[in-house]
């Protein structure tokens, strides 16, 4: 093997199905070769081609001189005592990025990142409040997946550690669902997330339906449209704010975007969601969006769309100057919009004590630039 050759070497951990049958097709080999290492590599988890028996000899020994399939290297793995395992990814550059596995009896959420930081700046959010260094390219984000599939589903040395802690009876041992609530705005590096949902909902690949794939947005309205006609996975917007002039302030990009013109994108999702509803998260901050006026105010919104209601406890973080609602107020904003007829959630807050809770994915963001245009970073 030469030099030239080694050079061109290509990692096809986070090919979809177009862009691998077009590498099979300009290298000469069939259509359907896509279909036979996909499954080697999304659903058995090998990354050796020597290992993928049904491939001839001199088609295995191709694929050695010209690709190879790789994931990014893990930097740490932590647990949690109620069974969230959190990893840090090392994405180069002094870098981290972190993926959370959150098992619980009927399922297990993998929750990915899809950008090192974030633009969108929330002022609740610890990634918001760290900064932006870049995009994650679709081989990053799938990694996050193929790796931790590999671990929990696939590897007995991390059963064996796992098993220890205390609620091991509540660990649901596979992936059954992902979500995009790691560090990022999925949707302001579409060009990247797109190739990976399709992979998540790919038959040959992770084989999840559209329902057990989230995305969740602060609301990047022209993406939202993009992503209905795409690959309409599941939605989540996060809300946090019923009316105009407190949203700008928590969710910056409602200056571009506002209430209404976020409504009118997510009734349009509708049309192709994979369930008859949406999810609105609305984190639950202490005397900023918690008064008996903005549920009064979520009560309207909600009304207005078929939706359902996520409220997510704020997770504080260094500096964040909020404090998270008490559960009376917490329990009131249940009370009175279940008592409209609007279905309501608390979310279960998990992994507190590794940091791996909502909001609390930091990672580590170096060299960050900053930019508040986010459409800098549609691509
Ligand atoms: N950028 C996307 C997805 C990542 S954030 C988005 O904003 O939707 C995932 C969820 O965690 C969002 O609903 C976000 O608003 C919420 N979140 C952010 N910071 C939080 C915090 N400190 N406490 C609780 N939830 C938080
Ligand atoms: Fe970005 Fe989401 Fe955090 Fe807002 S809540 S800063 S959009 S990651």
């Not at 969108?120 to 760290?130: D, E, I, L, M």
């Not at 209430?259 to 509708?270: G, I, Q, S, T």
């Not at 100057?321 to 979310?347: E, H, M, P, W």
Request: hydrophobic share 40%; proline share 3%.
């Amino acid at each position: 093997m030469n030099e030239n050759v080694l050079a061109e070497r290509i990692n096809l951990i986070g090919l979809d199905y177009l862009a691998l049958s077009n590498l099979m097709q300009k290298w000469g080999y069939q259509a359907f070769r896509t279909v036979q290492l996909q499954k080697w590599i999304h659903r058995f988890c090998i990354n050796s081609f020597e290992s993928m028996t049904d491939l001839s000899f001199e088609f295995r020994k191709f694929l050695t001189e010209r690709a190879f399939i790789e994931a990014l290297p893990i930097h740490t793995q932590k647990y949690s005592s109620d069974g969230t395992v959190k990893w840090l990814f090392d994405v180069g550059t002094n870098n981290l990025i972190e993926t959370v596995f959150i098992p619980e009896n009927d399922r297990g959420t993998l929750c990915i990142s899809s950008q090192i930081g974030c633009t969108v700046n929330c002022k609740f959010c610890a990634t918001g409040y760290q900064g932006f260094n870049r995009n994650l390219n679709t081989n990053e984000i799938i990694s996050q997946i193929w790796l931790t599939k590999y671990l929990i589903e696939k590897s007995h040395s991390f059963k064996k550690k796992d098993i220890n802690h205390k609620y091991s009876h509540n660990n649901f041992q596979k992936i059954t669902n992902v979500v995009f609530m790691g560090m990022g705005e999925p949707l302001l590096n579409y060009k990247e997330v797109l190739p990976a949902l399709r992979l998540l909902v790919d038959d040959n690949a992770y084989a999840l339906s559209r329902r057990r794939v989230t995305i969740s947005t602060s609301g990047i309205v022209p993406i939202m449209d993009r992503l209905s006609k795409d690959c309409p996975v599941a939605l989540a917007v996060s809300l946090h704010a019923a009316n105009d002039s407190l949203r700008d302030e928590l969710v910056p990009i409602n200056k571009k975007y506002p209430l209404k013109c976020l409504l009118e994108a997510c009734e349009r999702y509708l049309v192709y969601a994979p369930r008859k509803f949406l999810t609105f998260e609305y984190c639950m901050i202490d005397s900023v969006n918690d008064t008996e006026k903005h549920v009064k105010e979520l009560i309207n919104l909600a009304r207005q769309i078929s939706c359902k209601i996520n409220l997510i406890p704020f997770n504080s973080f260094q500096n964040s100057g909020f404090k998270c609602s008490s559960l009376s107020k917490i329990y009131n904003f249940v009370q009175k919009l279940n008592d409209a007829g609007i279905v309501t959630t608390v979310r279960k807050t998990r992994g507190i004590d590794i940091d791996a809770a909502c909001g609390q994915l930091v990672g580590k963001v170096f060299n960050r630039i900053t930019i508040r245009k986010q459409e800098t970073y549609i691509n």
